[in-house]
């Protein structure tokens, strides 16, 4: 049971374009949302995240945008560079359900800016 | 304090020995988690542990895989009787208990069960 789904295995843009990532749930009691870059033989590195009252967010040339509706939220990055090249992770949690914050975890989406 | 830590980073092993982790979390978070990531997956959720406390095992966790937080800091992840199928990198994160907080993951131990 996947219950948070990055259905696009890699994505190719162009330096200085926008790239957007997507991400879907299931799980109507996920109400904090993250996004994490990783790149090979390390650890996630956090990078942005939302509280399911907000739908959008903004720091600096990422922003994530969540739809609870249509249970999708997605990453854009503006402009893309190079250094952003490596595999980025949406997850979610359902902390005031009591879940412990533990989170679920997409399968990934690798993306490439070519200069 | 230079974040989360794991030790060793890399481990091979041959199939039936027993392997343990250290994770040392960032100090002022009481949340430890531990997660196993496999070739082309997202992290998979382990365990955690709120101060020295385990609150929730996943169904992933064999009973071949125990985890301890002794004093509420630094954890161990112990596998008993390794499998091919351990192989994977094993992640450690920390957080702060109150309210949704982002996790900050160390870098994790790589292990190879030959």
């Known amino acids: 049971d996947q219950q948070v789904k990055q259905n696009s295995p890699s994505l190719s843009v162009q330096e200085g374009r926008i790239s957007i990532l997507n991400c879907d749930y299931t799980n109507s009691m996920f109400d904090y949302f993250l996004w994490y870059k990783k790149y090979p033989a390390e650890g996630p590195t956090f990078l942005i995240s939302i509280s399911s009252i907000k739908d959008k967010n903004e720091d600096g040339r990422f922003t994530v945008f969540l739809n609870k509706s249509a249970k999708h939220l997605s990453l854009h990055i503006v402009p893309s560079q190079p250094g952003d090249s490596a595999v980025y992770f949406c997850a979610a949690s359902a902390s005031i359900h009591n879940q412990g914050g533990k989170l679920i975890f997409g399968q990934g989406t690798e993306l490439s800016v070519k200069p | 304090d230079t974040g989360v830590s794991q030790d060793p980073r890399h481990k091979i092993t041959k199939r039936g020995q027993n392997v343990t982790f250290r994770c040392d979390p960032i100090s002022e978070h009481n949340r430890l988690y531990w997660y196993r990531q496999t070739l082309g997956q997202g992290p998979e959720f382990l365990t955690y542990?709120?101060?020295?406390?385990?609150?929730?095992k996943s169904r992933l966790l064999s009973d071949r895989f125990s985890a301890e937080r002794p004093k509420g800091s630094f954890s161990t992840l112990e596998i008993q009787r390794t499998e091919q199928g351990d192989s994977a990198m094993y992640l450690c994160a920390s957080s702060l208990q109150q309210g949704a907080t982002e996790a900050f993951f160390g870098q994790g131990t790589r292990l190879t069960v030959v």
């Open positions: 542990f709120q101060n020295e406390a385990q609150l929730e």
